[in-house]
């Protein structure tokens, strides 16, 4: 059974930049999935960061895109989040998240809380 | 982007009653990529169900999908007390990928 695990500093200085990773376990990143990273402002909805595959393309939200970059790195089956440039509006529950394809977001982590703040 | 409006926002019912929760997609959602997911506080979202229609692993038959194009909708025949919960409906079928508001199903 595959299981996401989220890792990285809880507390980000303003104008600092975000750096989250997910460990796959159970499962290999090279399978044949989409990586995707979503978050969720406290009391608000779920937003979509982006995605990676295991050969390293990847897809961002072009609304995060100009501070957004993530990685793979499949010797240790992890996954990156990498955000610049972050505010308060960046502080939410971060998400790292299987997508199966045609099968949706089928296996989440179970979310790491992100505070900006100085 | 494709912008999804869930309605209600909160929906009150009693256990034992159906619920029709509602999805509405500014533009058709290329090939019904439209899922469902129930959160429950203080955990991650579970997908319930993918591809307007089918049901995720282990999801109880009284959670259906139906819909396309523009108008979904997830319905609870039986409603339990551990349906309770937000739920989100998501379009994965056009980039980028984009997700409700959510739906609040609390007790009466």
């Known amino acids: 059974q595959v299981q996401l695990q989220e890792s990285g500093p809880r507390l980000v200085k303003p104008s600092g930049t975000l750096a989250l990773t997910c460990a796959v376990s159970?499962?290999?990143?090279?399978?044949?999935?989409?990586w995707s990273w979503v978050r969720q402002p406290p009391g608000k909805g779920l937003e979509y960061i982006g995605d990676?595959?295991?050969?390293?393309?990847?897809d961002y939200n072009p609304s995060l895109k100009s501070r957004v970059t993530m990685l793979v790195d499949k010797s240790k089956d992890q996954f990156s989040l990498i955000l610049t440039s972050v505010t308060a509006a960046d502080t939410a529950v971060y998400y790292c998240v299987r997508w199966a394809g045609d099968d949706a977001f089928d296996i989440w982590g179970q979310g790491t809380m992100v505070t900006v703040s100085s | 982007e494709v912008v999804l409006t869930q309605s209600p926002g909160t929906l009150s019912l009693s256990p034992g009653e159906r619920a029709t929760l509602s999805c509405r997609a500014s533009?058709?959602?290329?090939?019904?990529?439209l899922a469902w997911y129930q959160q429950k506080p203080g955990q991650a979202p579970r997908l319930l169900i993918y591809g307007a229609s089918k049901r995720a692993t282990g999801i109880s038959v009284r959670f259906s999908g139906s819909g396309s194009g523009t108008d979904f909708t997830l319905t609870i025949s039986r409603l339990e007390p551990e349906d309770f919960a937000v739920y989100h409906c998501q379009q994965y079928g056009n980039s980028p990928i984009t997700f409700g508001q959510g739906t609040r199903l609390e007790i009466k």
């Open positions: 533009q058709s959602v290329g090939g019904n990529y």
């Open positions: 159970g499962g290999s990143i090279s399978s044949s999935n989409w």
């Open positions: 990676i595959y295991h050969s390293g393309s990847s």
